[in-house]
């Protein structure tokens, strides 16, 4: 099965405690005997059938790829504990997060991408600007080295640029941004679906499935996010909801049905809001879910975790205080033609399960927003 995986076997045994936490030597047995189990039941090879199972396991804990796992150690315990990063199906829990990262984005971020630079800071960046073309002309005069642009490697980025951020502070107020918007560990956008994937246990699996939208591929593009201080902005017409920046029209794409577009200008380069989706296991989706109403066509994936963005009769998820209304309004986004067209980016967010819509570029006031899932992914149409 393609959710049969290292990480995925450890996250099922410690699903399987009553308190979902247990002691790191404790969920290595259990996971390992889990392992044995699911083996025999369905006569597949084993996820650890290494010499140092063991080993394997623990270095699934530590490193934690697919951030199943929140790793902690009680007062007075020597003992490394780990609990579920998430609970798994709950809307309630997921609607909760989603209002929370809602919150501290519109509050936080928002003031830096919505806020108008004041002449002075205007003149400031333009001298800084010049400054610092002039001494880049300078050091490209005094040296042979060739510039990271012209090196086509530098086009994929390396192991170390595609880690997770070990630095991100999980406390930070910002749901976007690490701790003092540090733009060196910005989100990754996830434009794209690699034709195979590579699970942990070493298979090589095929993914087709529209839920796996959201892949991270391309290096950073991001590292001028922030081009202002709040003191240097004008932050006096700042939005207070996604009601005053989109709505919900009939989409210029013929036979789309509704799209979502700008209710103002909005900036480029900005995070506008965040895809909501309750996360579960792909095997729950594949057993509850896949081929119920639509929800194929609106749930997507973070990393291994599907979000799936629909109610039990498979339709987007409508809000709570407004039934003719769905809950998000990003589920009302269409796809673009073609990945130049599309004028919003998926990027996984630094909190597990966060998925952010990204503005590429400035997007004018009445224009239709348009995301890209990637050339790999099965259209239902």
Not at 145 to 173: F, G, I, L, Q, R
Not at 318 to 344: G, I, K, Q, W
């Amino acid at each position: 099965p393609r959710w049969y995986t290292q990480s995925y076997v450890v996250f099922l045994a410690l699903r399987q405690h009553p308190y979902h936490c247990m002691p790191r030597g404790d969920l290595i047995n259990a996971a390992l005997e889990l392992d044995l189990k699911i083996s025999q039941e369905r006569n597949i090879p084993r996820a650890f059938r290494g010499k140092t199972p063991q080993n394997s396991c623990s270095h699934v804990l530590t490193c934690n790829s697919e951030r199943y796992f929140i790793s902690f150690k009680p007062e007075g315990s020597r003992k490394t504990f780990f609990k579920l990063a998430y609970q798994p199906g709950s809307f309630d829990s997921a609607f909760k997060e989603y209002e929370i990262w809602m919150t501290r984005l519109i509050d936080l971020d928002w003031p830096h991408c919505f806020g108008r630079p004041f002449p002075a800071s205007l003149e400031k960046r333009a001298a800084l600007e010049q400054k610092h073309l002039k001494n880049s002309m300078t050091a490209s005069s005094s040296t042979t080295v060739p510039s990271p642009t012209d090196n086509k490697e530098n086009d994929t980025p390396n192991a170390d640029d595609t880690a997770p951020n070990k630095s991100y502070n999980p406390e930070s107020p910002s749901p976007v941004l690490p701790a003092r918007h540090d733009l060196s560990t910005l989100p990754r956008p996830l434009d794209s679906v690699d034709e195979k994937e590579k699970t942990d246990n070493g298979m090589t699996i095929p993914s087709h499935h529209n839920r796996d939208k959201p892949r991270r591929k391309q290096p950073n593009p991001y590292l001028n996010y922030i081009e202002y201080t709040l003191d240097e902005l004008d932050t006096s017409d700042i939005p207070k909801s996604l009601d005053d920046i989109l709505y919900a029209a009939k989409s210029g794409i013929q036979g789309a049905g509704e799209g979502l577009f700008a209710k103002r200008d909005l900036p480029g380069n900005s995070p506008l809001g965040f895809y909501f989706g309750v996360p579960m296991t792909e095997d729950e989706f594949d057993s509850i879910k896949d081929n119920i109403g639509r929800s194929s066509e609106y749930s997507i994936r973070y990393r291994k975790t599907i979000l799936d963005a629909t109610d039990a009769e498979g339709q987007p998820w409508t809000d709570p205080n407004n039934t003719s209304t769905r809950l998000c309004p990003f589920h009302y986004m269409n796809e673009a033609h073609d990945t130049n067209s599309a004028n919003v980016l998926f990027v996984e967010g630094f909190v597990v399960n966060q998925v952010i819509c990204w503005s590429k570029w400035p997007i004018r006031k009445g224009d239709e927003l348009l995301v890209w899932y990637g050339d790999d992914v099965a259209r239902h149409w």
